[in-house]
């Protein structure tokens, strides 16, 4: 049964979004840690890379802004953002009184929910050299999205959500 809005967050429910908050954070993992990008360059020079290894990198080399960027948009608010949500399906469960501001947050923070795809785009575009480099896909670029989209989708059923005022 779909939930609408207005709809209070039964039991079994909040038991179904925690699945897929558990099914997003692996994906986010697997996202993060796998290989996303590799790059050929002049048919001799390839290298390989993921979110973490990519990041990392940034911040041996001194580009400390890009850094900052980047963990902060594809990692750390990915996670809180999970966090947020796990918190939200007991809030929602319990008829926690702070359901109201729990939501707020996360409807403020919608607002910064596709950068982390933005980021991994313009990531993309960067690496992109036209005749002088390839770059191949790997499976870590389609967990870290899958990880975003159902993010997205669990987002938007507990944005639905109403306290229960009976």
Known sequence: MPTSPGAVLTPRRAWHLRLLLALTALLLVVGLAA????????????????????????????????FLLIAGFSIVLPIL??????????????????????????????????LDVFVVAILVVTVKLGTIAQVQI???????????????????RISRLRPDNG
């Open 35 to 66: 290989p996303m990008l590799t790059i050929e360059q002049f048919l001799f020079i390839q290298s390989s890379f993921s979110v973490l290894s990519g990041t990392w990198q940034l911040l041996l080399q001194g580009q400390y802004l890009l």
């Open 81 to 114: 953002k999970l966090l947020i949500l796990l918190r939200l399906t007991g809030a929602a469960i319990h008829h926690d009184s702070r359901l109201p501001r729990y939501l707020q947050l996360m409807h403020d923070y919608g607002r910064w929910s596709m």
């Open 138 to 156: 790997h499976y870590g670029l389609y967990a870290f999205c899958a990880a975003i989209l159902l993010t997205l989708f669990i987002t938007s």
